[in-house]
C-alpha cells in the first residue's frame, strides 16, 4: 500500500537550502527534523509560522526533545520550550543537550589520557 505523500511547497524547499546550506538538500529531506529546528533556532516569525503549518506543533515539539548537541542556541531552546508549552510558564529550562566526547580518549578528561599515554609508553616491555 502506497502512503500519501505531500508534496513539499516551494517556500520550504528554499528555507531546506537557505538553512542547511551545506548538506544537499536531498540529505536535508531525509532528516526533517533538523529541517524543523534550524528554522525553530533561525528563522523569523514567517519562516516558523510556515513550518509550524507545514509539519505541524507536534513535528516542533518533537524537534526539541529529539535535538543533538549544537541544534538550537539557548535562547531559541528557551523560547520554544515555553512557546510550545512543554514546560509551564515560569517553570526552568532543561539543559540543552550536551556534547558527546569521541574519539581515542573515548570521552575521558585529556589530563587522565595523557597519564595513560605515559604510562604505556613508560611501561616495560618483555622483549
Known sequence: MA?????IPPEILYLAKRRLWWQSLEATLKHPLRLVAAIMDEGDGDECALVRSF????QMRRALRQAAYGWFRPASWSYWH???KLIPHGAEV??????VASGPRGGRPRRQAA???RALSTSSIAT
Do not use: I, Q, S, W
Open 115 to 117: 597519564a595513560d599515554c
Open 94 to 99: 532543561p539543559a540543552p543537550p550536551a556534547r
Open 82 to 84: 515555553y512557546r510550545l
Open 55 to 58: 509539519f505541524g506543533a507536534a
Open 3 to 7: 502512503r500519501n505523500v505531500r508534496p
